[in-house]
Each structure stands twice: as C-alpha cells, then as structure tokens.
C-alpha cells in the first residue's frame, strides 16, 4: 500500500529496449512547426504577426486612424525628395488637417525648414518620446543633431540642446 504522496513504480525496460529507444534517436514529436495551425509558411506568420503588432500599437498608442485621403497626402509627402516641394506639400497638409499624430507621420515633418514648423513638431515629439522604442529615440536623437547642427533659429536651437540633454 502506498501513500498519494509516492510515486508509482515505473515500468522496467529490459537493457534491448533501451538499446532500441537510444537507436531510434531523434524521433521525437515536433513542438509545433510552421506547417502547423493556422499559418501555412514562414512568410505567413509573419505577414500575420507584423498587422498584428501594428493593430496592438495603434490600439495603446491612442492615435486615431486616418482616413484614407489623409494617409494618401502623407505618403505622398513622404514620397518627395526635394526639400522645397516638400514644405509646401507640408505647409497645405498642416493648412488642411493640422499636425498629424503618429510618430513616423510627425518625424516626416522634421524635413520642413521652418523653425516655426520644426519646434512644434520636436515638442510633439517630445511628448510621445517616453513610448517609443530605443531605435526610434535613437533616430531622433540624430534628427535633433542635424537640426542643432544647422539651425539658424536660436529658440529652436535652445529647445533641441535642451531636449538633448535629457537623452
């Protein structure tokens, strides 16, 4: 008689069937490939993993989503290379719809070359800084420099030293 507490005896295996078990190998069960579930490829999981992930950020960054002539108009935006074309795409963008939100659509707005534009936009910035990741601050960090670097608006260049100095 034994207690609840005491294990079971185990099954004895004869000095063959160890030798068979050890021959047989790798032969495990898999924990679970890609082929298994609901994805059918790598590629799949993380196409799946990746709106995921930018759902659950929109979700706690507590920005709104933008409708679709508003995504169109910063995509176009970023699109452009030319610093010119690009301040007045962004001056009729800021006219439209003021300042955009989400990080990737404000850091866009550090091309412009207006110190007016600039410091609201390295405020705002400022203020979400705290949830970004550590590559983000670090490319802002970046940005700031630049903007330190060539800046002729000392206000401007005050609020980025100072921004900096907290990094």
Do not use: C
Not at 38 to 60: D, G, I, W
Request: no cysteine.
């Amino acid at each position: 008689m034994h207690s609840d507490y005491e294990k079971p005896e185990r099954e004895k295996l004869s000095w063959s069937e160890i030798d068979k078990r050890k021959e047989k190998g790798g032969q495990r069960k898999s924990r679970g490939s890609y082929n298994d579930g609901p994805y059918q490829s790598k590629e799949e999981k993380a196409r799946v993993e990746t709106k995921y992930k930018q759902k659950l950020e929109e979700m706690f960054s507590g920005v709104k989503k933008l409708p679709k002539e508003q995504k169109d108009q910063l995509s176009k935006l970023r699109d452009l290379s030319d610093r010119d074309a690009f301040g007045e795409g962004a001056d009729r963008y800021l006219a439209a719809h003021g300042y955009p939100e989400a990080w990737e659509d404000l850091t866009d707005f550090l091309r412009h070359r207006s110190p007016v534009v600039l410091a609201e936009v390295v405020e705002r910035l400022e203020k979400i800084l705290a949830y970004q990741s550590d590559t983000r601050k670090g490319m802002f960090k970046k940005d700031l420099e630049l903007i330190e670097m060539t800046t002729r608006d000392k206000d401007l260049r005050k609020k980025v030293v100072g921004i900096l100095q907290k990094l």
